[in-house]
């Protein structure tokens, strides 16, 4: 695993072993900062269901001005405690071990907003529902939201403040969801 571009790009980084975590393969990495590479310059990123973090560092080489990894595994945040630093991310970055569901309904009620969320939560677990959810008041007016989830789940266009910007599938188990407040204007489109 390796950050693909940007300040960092080849810098490798370090994973959890096991199953607890799913970390995200380079070609789908690849895919999402694809898609939102112009809209990564000067944002705050919120990186859920961090794993190894390496989402948030990705978004950080790319320009980011700063990251906050959720995640909720203790050996996971070890790693990603030891890729920040490996990185000299630490300025840019806060950690935080708790579940993302919780740290959603806790940061519903601050100020704190961010411009970029990236999720990748247990499949099949309705986690991805939940997550989008709470959404909505940690998002700046400019927030986009990415998605990686199971191929099967259609999650629909518009729900909790958020719209669909776009889906696009990765292959026969994998699928992006690209959401951003819903404004009441634009239709999305479906790849």
């Known amino acids: ?11 490798k980084l370090k994973a959890l072993e096991g199953e607890e975590t799913r970390p995200t393969t380079d070609k789908i990495k690849g895919t999402i900062f694809s898609i939102i590479q112009f809209d990564i310059p000067y944002t705050r990123v919120l990186d859920l ?5 390496q989402l948030g560092i990705e978004a950080l080489s790319r320009g980011a001005n700063s990251a906050v990894f959720v ?3 203790r050996d996971a945040v ?14 840019k970055s806060k950690i ?6 919780n740290y959603l309904k806790m940061a519903a009620s601050g ?13 099949e677990e309705g986690l991805t529902e939940k997550s989008l959810e709470l959404c909505e008041p940690v998002m700046s007016d400019r927030c986009i939201v990415v998605c990686e989830h199971e191929a099967k789940l259609v999650l629909p266009e518009k729900f909790a403040g958020l719209r ?3 889906r696009y599938s990765c292959g026969k188990k994998t699928a992006l969801s690209v959401f951003i407040k819903d404004d009441g204007e634009a239709e999305s489109d479906e790849q």
Not at 78 to 91: F, M, R, T, Y
């Open 71 to 73: 995640e909720r595994a």
């Open 164 to 166: 669909l910007r776009k």
């Open 96 to 101: 935080i071990t708790t579940d993302a569901i």
């Open 49 to 53: 269901y961090a794993g190894s973090g």
């Open 111 to 123: 100020r704190e907003k961010f411009d970029i969320i990236l999720m990748d939560p247990p499949y």
């Open 1 to 11: 695993m390796r950050v693909i571009t940007g300040s960092l790009r080849g810098r």
């Open 78 to 91: 070890g790693i990603i405690k030891e890729n920040v630093k490996a990185c000299n991310l630490g300025d």
